[in-house]
């Protein structure tokens, strides 16, 4: 079975192919014309989606030498996400599994982001605990079997790469911040200095007092003071961030005893979240896994492999073409219906 | 030649199956919200009543605004969606031209004259653009201009358009002309020739996206 994914929820057009669960292909477009901004401005995204994604859909299709008669099943994500991006995405998809008279599986972002784990693990096994970090989510979701999840702990303010972006900007160091802090941090030493953990002994995290503090960090000190101590400074701050991070999915782990322990979105890319999280596992001799790098931030593989996943354990008629099929921007992954 | 045309410029939108110029089967739905939900159960049931399966589709006709920013995505992601499955051109209308069009017809007193046509900008404001009726075409005499409501103190002559008689005070005003399907791929088969787009095109926002750089 052929699976094409289409993932079109924040600044990236993604296009897939998949078969029988193997990525034959992953074809994207990252919007560069946010970096300017220090965000992304959703009608700018938008714009960009539209008039690029039957470029990226072509080349998704040629790179895994396959014609579009040739697919048995489109996924595309619905939600969480930007309303205008997400629309593109989902009518292209719809458009196209109208027209080709195949089904269309609606895929939740998160949940496609937690399961990025499964293309390189088919094997995973249940029940386990994910920690879903990324732009706009930081959530431990605790999976009993597939499709059920049960939410631990979530931010309350900010998601952890939300606050390494704003962070990566005070430092005047661009946007997105993530692959920018890594480098720096993995050059330093993160005992330079100390900024606190948020929300400690609770299942939640927070993420917005961190930023504050090392606001006034940086006001506080001059600029070539800042400048000159960047890769240490960094080092520090990413500590505090997956320190928060490893803790509560240490503690939550210690409760709810999963077979396996996942890290799942953009931030889940992170060398020093990865260390510290595989030397728990390590301890504890409890299975972790994490996406390889180009899994973990947003991709349409995750959003095939989902589509693909849900078609095998419910079959297709579950996903007969659903002319009224829309997004949803807020769509929570504990409300997961099918 | 058969055109499926499909308009989501405006809070109304349509979907027509035509044959040429003649209009086979139609429909429409109107909520601000709705366009995505409807789109497609619109596209089935307009060919469900033309009798038609989705391979007789020759050509896409693509309503291309100005309008509403979300609506325009929404119906030109669809269409550009279906295309690539069946492999089929999409021809671009801009939506003023099919509410020109409708003008025209509508009221052939103004045949001879020109029609200032005037479509809700969504955001209290509104784009206007004179028209003339060339055969079975209609042409521009001006460029697209955004005014915002209230705006018509040199604007003389008949205007018609979709916006809401409370927000402008035109001298004389044709009211309720939408932009509609039929019309869309009425200029769709005329242009047929002329008009050809490739995978990136995009609608005609008309309106820059403007942001402060941080
Ligand atoms: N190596 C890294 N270390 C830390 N953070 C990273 C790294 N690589 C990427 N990120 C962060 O991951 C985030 C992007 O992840 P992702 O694409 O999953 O998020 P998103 O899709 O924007 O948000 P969501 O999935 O919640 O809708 C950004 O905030 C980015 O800075
Ligand atoms: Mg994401």
């Not at chain 1, 100390?194 to 609770?202: A, C």
Request: with cysteine.
């Amino acid at each position: 079975m052929i699976v094409l994914g289409i993932e079109s929820s924040c600044d990236d057009t993604s296009v897939s192919v998949l078969k029988d669960g193997n990525i034959l292909s992953v074809a994207t477009n990252t919007q560069t014309v946010h970096s300017g901004y220090g965000g992304v401005i959703p009608e700018v995204a938008s714009r960009a989606h539209l008039k690029n994604i039957s470029a990226v859909l072509k080349n998704a299709l040629d790179k895994a030498a396959v014609g579009l008669n040739d697919i048995d099943a489109v996924g595309a994500t619905y939600g969480p996400g930007l309303v205008g991006p997400l629309l593109v995405g989902l009518n292209f998809a719809k458009g196209l599994a109208f027209s080709l008279s195949i089904p269309l599986v609606p895929v939740n972002h998160i949940e496609s982001h937690i399961l990025a784990n499964f293309i390189e693990h088919p094997d995973i096994e249940y029940p386990f605990l994910a920690l879903v970090v990324s732009g706009g989510h930081t959530e431990l979701v605790y999976s009993p079997s597939f499709g059920k999840y049960e939410l631990i702990g979530r931010t309350r303010d900010d998601a952890a790469g939300e606050c390494i972006d704003k962070v990566s900007k005070m430092l005047g160091r661009g946007f997105p911040g993530g692959k920018i802090m890594d480098s720096l941090a993995s050059e330093g030493d993160s005992g330079f200095t100390v900024f606190p953990r948020g929300m400690k002994n609770s299942p939640d995290f927070s993420f917005s007092g961190l930023k504050t503090a090392v606001k006034y960090y940086i006001e506080k000190n001059d600029k070539a003071f800042i400048d000159q101590n960047i890769s240490d400074i960094a080092a520090s701050f990413i500590d505090s961030v997956t320190d928060s991070l490893t803790e509560k999915l240490f503690s939550a782990a210690e409760l709810k005893k999963p077979a396996t322990v996942l890290l799942a979105g953009g931030v889940s890319a992170n060398t020093s979240l990865r260390k510290k999280a595989s030397a728990y596992a390590a301890k504890k001799s409890i299975r972790l896994c994490y996406p390889s790098v180009q899994y973990c931030t947003d991709n349409a593989a995750m959003t095939a492999m989902s589509a693909y996943m849900m078609i095998k354990k419910y079959g297709t008629d579950r996903f007969r073409f659903d002319p009224e099929l829309d997004a949803v921007p807020f769509l929570r992954i504990e409300d997961k219906k099918i | 030649m058969y055109i499926l045309a499909v308009e989501t410029s405006s809070d109304r939108a349509s979907v027509s199956f035509l044959k040429e110029t003649k209009i086979i089967a139609s429909g429409s739905v109107s909520g601000k919200y709705s366009h995505n939900k409807r789109l497609f159960e619109m596209i089935e049931n307009v060919l469900k009543s033309a009798c038609m399966e989705q391979n007789n589709i020759d050509l896409f006709a693509l309503g291309t605004g100005p309008g509403s920013f979300t609506g325009l995505r929404i119906g030109a992601s669809a269409v550009k969606g279906m295309a690539t499955a069946l492999n089929k051109k999409i021809i671009p209308v801009p939506s003023i031209d099919a509410v020109a069009l409708r003008a025209f017809e509508e009221n052939p007193d103004y045949g001879g004259s020109d029609i200032g046509i005037a479509v809700e900008g969504m955001q209290k404001d509104f784009f206007y653009c004179i028209y003339t009726r060339l055969e079975r075409e209609v042409v521009k005499k001006s460029e697209i201009v955004v005014h915002p409501y209230g705006f018509s103190s040199y604007i003389d002559g008949v205007t018609a358009g979709n916006v809401e008689e409370i927000n402008v005070s035109f001298k004389k005003y044709i009211p309720e002309i939408w932009p509609e399907a039929q019309y869309v791929g009425r200029l769709a088969y005329i242009r047929r020739f002329t008009d050809s787009s490739d995978d990136s095109f995009e609608p005609h926002y008309h309106k820059e996206f403007k942001n402060v750089r941080v």
